[in-house]
C-alpha cells in the first residue's frame, strides 16, 4: 500500500502563489506516475498535472504557463507550484500516484491523498 500526504493549501489572493507537496511512502516501488487532480465545487474531479519516474511531465490546458509540477525522488516527493492563481482554480487539490498499464501510456491512478484545499478571492 501506499500512502500520501499532501500540504501547503491555502487562501491566497488572485494573483498569488502556492506551492502544494505531497509525501509517498509505503510501497513506493509499484509508483512510476505521481500526479495532481482537482475538484472545484460542484465540478467532476480533473487532472492538474502529472510526472513520470523519468521527468516527463504533462499540464492541463487550463494551467499551462502557469503551474509547474517536479517530483524529488529521493524523497518520494511531488510539488506543484501553482503562479498567477485565479478564483476558478479553488479547489481541493489531490496527490495521487499510479503505473502506466500499456504502451498508449495510460495510466491506473490507485492511490489517493486526502486532499488540501486551496481558495483563490479577494
Known amino acids: 500500500q501506499v500512502q500520501l500526504v499532501e500540504s501547503g493549501g491555502g487562501l491566497v489572493q488572485p494573483g498569488g502563489s502556492l506551492r502544494l507537496s505531497c509525501a509517498a511512502s509505503?510501497?513506493?516501488?509499484?509508483?512510476?506516475?505521481m500526479g495532481w487532480y482537482r475538484q472545484g465545487p460542484g465540478k467532476q474531479r480533473e487532472l492538474v498535472a502529472q510526472?513520470?519516474?523519468?521527468?516527463?511531465?504533462k499540464n492541463a490546458d487550463s494551467v499551462k504557463g502557469r503551474f509547474t509540477i517536479s517530483r524529488d525522488n529521493a524523497k518520494s516527493a511531488v510539488y506543484l507550484q501553482m503562479n498567477s492563481l485565479k478564483p476558478e482554480d479553488t479547489a481541493v487539490y489531490y496527490c495521487?500516484?499510479?503505473?502506466?498499464?500499456?504502451?498508449?501510456?495510460?495510466?491506473?491512478?490507485?492511490?489517493w491523498g486526502q486532499g488540501t484545499r486551496v481558495t483563490v478571492s479577494a
Open positions: 510526472i513520470t519516474s523519468s521527468g516527463s511531465t
Open positions: 495521487a500516484a499510479g503505473r502506466v498499464v500499456n504502451v498508449e501510456g495510460a495510466i491506473a491512478w490507485r492511490h
Open positions: 509505503g510501497s513506493i516501488f509499484s509508483i512510476d506516475v
